[in-house]
């Protein structure tokens, strides 16, 4: 399908609006926006699809179909993605489609285990929507993380792997009338759909934390965002602020100023806790700037954010700075909310495993940003992935589901 001329009609301030320009960036697919505010011909295009209503959003697809005010699982079904499994019963499901659970994927899939992932959002995860990835061994140049997820989803595909997007899990655990059935419920579907496992991998990653500061929920998508890569654009040539002094913070704030014309890191401390590699480069980049010591006071606005009150953490002294945009990268949040009456969590919601990964239940296992003790990094997600499939074949084998090692020996010398 050519997603160029895909069309959604709505507003800056309309809450569906942002929820949908958010599933489709993503996904990473390209469409164009027109604010029905600011563009009374939108306007009158929205009226006339909906019998002189003013629904929003209202989404054009290159056939000239249209939906109006969809969910995500009915945008995920119109551009042709899966949402719910071809079977009741597998081998292996994994809750989370990022890099973790895919390089898990791809190893179980390997060794002849069916596997299903459930993703909630778009699979690649936080990696499939950073610009680009530099540290990430075997790409020299680099390489983006749109494309690295792609990649990752192919050789999932060339292995067998089935792939749910758009699909959120409500539920997982053990079934009561047979103990050597795990489940993982979902909401998609009437009534939400249950499927049943030998086993379960839980890596629902994490998603970035807020300020918590009043007026914040009213300014979330309309001048507050937690994505560069989704929202960077629409402030082409205006002033932003990056909140955060980390890896995050740095090279979303870097990736800004390929649209922004000027970037400000606000940081807490007195310096930035970022790699060296990327500090040098926010430090000596010509439109970038970095304020110590300061912490976010307050928003103020209308419909969008218009000005930000900034605090010195050591004097107290206030000032009120007008931009349209901050961006806000203070670290993450497990999402593991699903799981509070099923595996045992820490007080912060990460995920506590023993050292084969498995958790708290047998045959549930878990990796990636959500598992306490992971290093939140890229390479060490993709590590655990690999590790976890292992101990999940092991798990597998001593229930007999997959034959072990010197059984397939003997297979393949006989046959």
């Known amino acids: 399908m050519d997603t160029n001329t895909i069309r959604m009609y709505g507003t800056t301030w309309c809450g569906d609006c942002k929820r949908a320009k958010k599933f489709l960036g993503e996904h990473r697919v390209r469409y164009t926006f027109v604010d029905v505010d600011a563009d009374a011909e939108g306007l009158r295009i929205v009226e006339e699809v909906n019998q002189g209503k003013h629904i929003i959003p209202t989404i054009f697809f290159p056939d000239g179909s249209a939906l109006v005010e969809p969910s995500n699982a009915e945008l995920a079904e119109r551009l042709g993605l899966q949402t719910r499994p071809r079977n009741p019963f597998y081998d292996l499901v994994l809750v989370g489609g990022g890099p973790a659970a895919l390089t898990a994927a791809l190893y179980a899939a390997r060794e002849g285990i069916e596997t299903l992932v459930v993703e909630r959002s778009s699979l690649g995860g936080q990696a499939g929507v950073t610009e680009r990835l530099d540290n990430y061994p075997g790409f020299p140049e680099g390489i983006s993380g749109a494309e690295f997820a792609e990649r990752l989803v192919q050789q999932c595909r060339r292995f067998g792997v089935e792939l749910l997007t758009a699909t959120e899990v409500t539920g997982v655990g053990v079934l009561p009338e047979e103990d050597e059935h795990r489940f993982v419920r979902t909401s998609v579907g009437r009534g939400g759909d249950t499927v049943c496992a030998w086993s379960v991998l839980l890596a629902p990653g994490s998603t970035y934390r807020r300020l918590g500061l009043p007026g914040e929920d009213d300014f979330i998508g309309a001048g507050i965002h937690f994505c560069a890569t989704c929202d960077g654009p629409f402030y082409r040539d205006q002033d932003v602020l990056v909140v955060g002094g980390g890896n995050s913070a740095a090279e979303e704030g870097l990736f800004l100023t390929r649209f922004a014309r000027q970037v400000t890191l606000i940081v807490r401390g ?84 023993d050292p084969m990964l498995q958790t708290s239940v047998p045959g549930i296992f878990a990796c990636g940003d959500a598992r306490l003790g992971s290093t939140k990094q890229l390479v060490s997600a993709a590590g655990e992935g690999a590790t976890a499939a292992l101990m999940i074949r092991h798990y597998l084998q001593t229930k007999k589901v997959v034959p072990d090692a010197a059984a397939r020996g003997a297979s393949i010398a006989a046959g």
């Open 270 to 353: 007195d310096q930035l806790s970022a790699s060296k590699v990327v500090a040098d480069k926010v430090l000596s980049h010509r439109r970038m700037a970095v304020r110590f010591g300061t912490a976010v006071a307050g928003y103020a606005g209308d419909a969008r954010l218009r000005a930000v009150r900034l605090r010195e953490t050591a004097t107290g002294r206030e000032e009120t700075v007008e931009v349209p945009a901050v961006f806000v990268f203070i670290g993450l949040r497990p999402n593991t909310g699903f799981l509070a009456v099923s595996v045992d969590l820490d007080p912060s919601g990460f995920i506590l495993t």
